[in-house]
């Protein structure tokens, strides 16, 4: 019998011309990467031996354009593996990263390509290129020369054998944090281990139950069932349980992370020295906004301090509070949620049992692409009877004026095989007038490769109902939106350049931008409905939410910029083949003299912002460089008065999230604020200095 044909190496027949969900299986990836990696190089060989001389067109505008069949491939595996990973899929991704990282090695490392692309380098000034192409042309040079293709000898191999070597152990240690989290169950069996617990809690809990066959109710390790239960659980010792289980992921035995780890600093280390730099943060910075670790330490030595003295006087809030509940006063890190919860009530006359029936998942998408179609024009249509990898995903088509925009998918729930956290990934990217390959919309034959576009969250769903957000979720819902549109607003011409393909402490101004739009009164009082009765919200909770948000900050702020000192500190050790990653975490936590009660948000053997990847590596402070610039950003609108001022949002659009990396960013935000941005808009909104 004939063995059917590889879906992954045939023209995709589905409508937008998506992956062929329903045929793929986990044992075509490895055949079909071995003759696109092939394919690829063989482009890229005939590149290096043009006949004629090395022009932008026929090097780099053409290199830009080639893999574009690899590139539809890797996205789909690398998104499938993010979002539905059986043990068959994880096995053929352990398989295959090393795999990917040669092929990507054997691409950076092409001395005949990199020759010719070095030589248009050189003319560069006297090219008469528009900024966009001179922009393409810096970029792609600075990722050959940073991936090692001006290294010679000795040093190009070793370069090249440890990006295999990093490539194996990044997958290994995301591996090991989702066995943790898919692994773990706290299972509640009675009333007593219900205490405190309101309805939608227990019902996300019932839920989790049945999806692993269990009886009565689970809390696994999904943040958005262990965070509200550590929030309104009145069992301490059951908190204190799923708090040690949450923090300690990544040391489980047999899936030991902090091994790994260490190896991971090292070889990022050696990989610095070799291309000249003394540390993997020089490194790092030295493409990003930041450009060095002063700067990052500049902002981040502004809050704190601040933020350490909030601590103090929330502790303060939280002992009296627990005196007043007869509680104990020795505050324990898995007392805060569920005291701070108590104050916030008090304070605020706030609830989470009285706020999530405002804000149903369904109702607050709704909100976003509201949001989206006032500000910038689009309208999302929603799309049935396409096959797609899980029936968890939905899917709209996204148009402006009924032409075609893009495509975006959201898959919302916490699944077992679906690692933790919340991203935004695509499955084609944006290009113009016949870049890269020609993905169209249907039967839209233009030659512009429109983008697809998909949002991941791991909220708990509610199986008995309609899935209620707590006002955090509805900030994440948002902030991913925010990297949603940055890909599917994208205009440019080339591939390299287009949506989050940004420096990394730029990418995050899209998203964190986008979540003022949730605290909007008018949004709100739009689409916060509640999901018994219908009413609208009422404009007295609506102000009383709003009032809260600088309520725990010294908190929230702690744990976050704690585990961001404490990634650089590690980067930027020169020699790291020694490094005790707990002793490490230890000291410099009571180096920085970090609230033993408040903690690291990642402790180090599950941080996998900075080892399933060097992405976030040395650069966790990404979200906070990027919070001076929402901040700065959003004060714009507040300004105007209006929060959808039709002029301001067409330069937001213009200069931020359809702009890609077309043009220096930080000249591109000027265009739109007017001004450099500054931190205290950013201070002010997390009430750590006087407004």
């Known amino acids: ?292 670790a002063r700067a990052v330490y500049a902002l981040l030595d ?58 149903s998942l369904d109702a607050m998408v709704n909100a976003m692409f509201d949001c989206a179609e006032r500000l910038f024009g689009v309208q999302f249509i929603e799309q049935t009877g396409i096959a797609l990898y899980h029936p968890d995903v939905r899917i709209w088509e996204v148009q402006r004026g009924g032409a075609p925009v893009g495509v975006f998918l959201a898959d919302n729930y916490a699944r077992p095989n679906k690692q933790g956290g919340a991203w935004m990934h695509i499955y084609r990217r944006q290009t113009r007038n016949g870049r890269g390959s020609d993905r169209r919309i249907d039967n839209h034959t233009d030659g512009d490769s429109r983008p697809i576009v998909v949002n991941n969250n791991n909220f708990a769903r509610n199986s008995d109902g309609p899935t209620l957000l707590s006002f955090d979720d509805v900030r994440t819902l948002f902030h991913e939106f925010g990297h949603g549109l940055h890909g599917l607003l994208s205009d440019v011409t080339y591939g390299r350049l287009s949506g989050t393909h940004v420096p990394q402490d730029y990418v995050e101004l899209p998203s964190q931008l986008m979540e003022n739009w949730a605290t909007v009164a008018e949004v709100l009082s739009k689409h916060a409905r509640h999901v018994d009765t219908g009413a609208p919200i009422p404009a007295a909770l609506i102000e009383r939410i709003r009032a809260s948000q600088t309520f725990n900050q010294g908190f929230e702020t702690v744990s976050y910029a704690s585990s961001a000192l404490i990634d650089m500190a590690l980067h930027l050790q020169k020699e790291a083949d020694s490094i005790d990653i707990a002793r490490f975490e230890a000291q410099q936590r009571e180096r920085l003299g970090v609230p033993r009660e408040v903690g690291m948000r990642h402790r180090l053997p599950h941080f996998s912002h900075i080892f399933s990847g060097a992405h976030y590596a040395a650069g966790y402070y990404v979200y906070m460089w990027a919070e001076v610039l929402e901040a700065e950003a959003f004060e714009a609108f507040e300004e105007a008065g209006d929060p959808f001022d039709p002029a301001l949002a067409d330069k937001l659009k213009r200069y931020v999230y359809s702009a890609g990396d077309s043009r220096d960013e930080r000249a591109a935000f000027r265009e739109f604020r007017g001004r450099d941005p500054q931190a205290a808009p950013m201070l002010r909104k997390r009430g750590l200095l006087a407004a």
């Open 1 to 292: 019998m004939t063995e059917p044909a590889n879906p992954l190496l045939q023209d995709w027949q589905t409508r937008y011309q998506l992956p062929p969900f329903a045929q793929i299986r986990a044992e075509h990836f490895a055949p079909a990467f071995a003759v696109l990696f092939d394919r690829h190089l063989a482009e890229i060989d005939a590149l290096a031996t043009h006949p004629q001389a090395p022009t932008f067109d026929n090097t780099v505008a053409a290199f830009d354009a080639a893999g574009a069949d690899l590139d539809r491939v890797r996205l789909t595996f690398e998104n499938l593996c993010a979002s539905e990973a059986p043990p068959e899929l994880q096995a053929v991704e352990r398989e295959m990263a090393p795999r990917l990282a040669a092929h990507d090695s054997k691409v950076a490392m092409h001395a005949g390509f990199f020759a010719r692309l070095d030589a248009v380098a050189r003319q560069a000034p006297t090219l008469p290129l528009s900024e966009e192409q001179q922009r393409l042309l810096a970029r792609i040079h600075t990722d050959f020369v940073r991936t090692g293709a001006a290294l010679q000898g000795v040093a190009r191999e070793r370069f090249t054998a440890i990006a295999v070597q990093l490539a194996n152990l990044q997958t290994q240690f995301a591996q090991n944090v989702l066995a943790d989290e898919s692994a773990y169950q706290l299972r509640l069996m009675s009333d007593a281990d219900l205490a405190g617990l309101p309805e939608f809690l227990r019902a996300a809990a019932r839920g989790a139950a049945r999806e692993r066959d269990v009886d009565g109710y689970v809390i696994t390790l999904a943040r958005s069932l262990v965070q509200p239960f550590l929030t309104f659980s009145a069992r301490r010792d059951l908190r204190e349980t799923a708090w040690r289980a949450w923090t300690t992921r990544g040391e489980t035995a047999g899936r030991d992370n902090r091994p790994i780890a260490r190896e991971i600093l090292a070889l990022r280390a050696e990989q610095a020295r070799l291309l000249g730099y003394e540390s993997f943060a020089d490194y790092a910075l030295s493409d990003r906004m930041a450009g060095h």
């Open 302 to 359: 502004q809050v704190w301090e601040p933020a350490k003295a909030s601590v103090a006087r929330e502790r303060a809030a939280l002992v009296e509070q627990a005196t007043a509940l007869g509680e104990p006063t020795d505050i324990e890190p898995w007392d805060w949620y569920y005291l701070a919860e108590k104050v916030r009530i008090a304070r605020y006359a706030l609830d989470d049992a009285e706020i999530k029936p405002y804000f």
